[in-house]
């Protein structure tokens, strides 16, 4: 991994899209809000892990990483592990169906804006979580 910016960008891009999140929120896209949470988590998460110097692999679920490399991570995010990892794990299970739906389910019928917030929560805590942490290479 040569790269060190591209961490970096994976979490100022995380960030933007928090804003990205709440203009979805306002117009009361419930399911665009549960897809691009998940998007936000999986920028982070993966810049995080470039960021320990730990090669972040192309799937969107890197919770098995985060947990097999776990003596890698800052302290600050080994602190919050195991909600970090149910974030990934949990808004990965919504990815696709948030955006394509399925035959017997309509994604705008079928997210709430309960759904949105805990999501857009979840996206929040994992960027406040990583971010000091990929910007200043802390341990």
């Not at 891009?13 to 999986?42: G, I, K, N, P």
Request: hydrophobic share 40%; aromatic share 6%; glycine share 4%.
């Amino acid at each position: 991994m040569r790269n060190r910016d591209l961490a970096a960008d994976y979490v100022r891009r995380a960030s933007a899209r928090l804003r990205a999140l709440d203009a979805l929120y306002d117009e009361e896209s419930w399911a665009d809000v549960v897809r691009e949470s998940q998007e936000v988590v999986e920028l982070a998460l993966k810049g995080l892990l470039r960021s320990c110097g730990i090669e972040a692999p192309r799937i969107h679920d890197v919770s098995d990483v985060m947990l097999a490399e776990r003596d890698r991570l800052p302290e600050t995010v080994r602190a919050e592990l195991e909600r970090l990892t149910a974030i990934s794990r949990d808004l990965r299970r919504d990815r696709e169906l948030a955006f394509y739906g399925a035959e017997d389910l309509t994604p705008s019928n079928f997210y709430s804006e309960a759904d949105a917030k805990r999501a857009r929560e979840s996206a929040r805590l994992t960027v406040s979580v990583v971010g000091p942490c990929v910007e200043h290479g802390s341990r």
